[in-house]
């Protein structure tokens, strides 16, 4: 059973960082897609980025580059994302999403963790 897992939001101020974990289970993640979406108060879902075995690096949407940043350890089934110089903009609910026995990112991901909520505010 594939299960995702987030953990590491939280209330952050401008300017901070923050690192968010993704916890993956019932796949292995070099035989897997995983990446990162969000879901602004009033706004739709938009893709934050996405690693696979097989890239030499991180797939990031045009609004994510600079300041993101995905990684991951196969050995603990874990992938991460990174968020540096925190807006009150990047307030969301970050969801872990997933596609298994893939060599790419395919952008529209089959499975869904339940989410962590960042709340960057003063």
């Known amino acids: 059973q594939v299960q995702l897992v987030e953990s590491g939001g939280g209330l952050v101020h401008p300017g901070g960082s923050l690192r968010l974990s993704c916890t993956a289970s019932g796949f292995a993640l070099d035989f897997a897609a995983v990446g990162w979406f969000r879901q602004a108060p009033g706004k739709e879902r938009e893709e934050v980025g996405c690693i696979v075995s097989n890239d030499p690096s991180p797939f990031y949407a045009e609004s994510a580059k600079g300041r993101f940043t995905i990684s991951r350890d196969n050995a603990s089934n874990t992938v991460y994302l990174h968020i540096d110089s925190l807006k009150p903009e990047d307030t969301a609910i970050y969801y872990c999403?997933?596609?298994?026995?893939?060599?790419?990112?395919?952008?529209?991901?089959?499975?869904w963790g339940q989410g962590t909520q960042v709340t960057v505010s003063s």
């Open positions: 999403t997933a596609d298994v026995l893939v060599k790419m990112c395919a952008h529209h991901p089959e499975y």
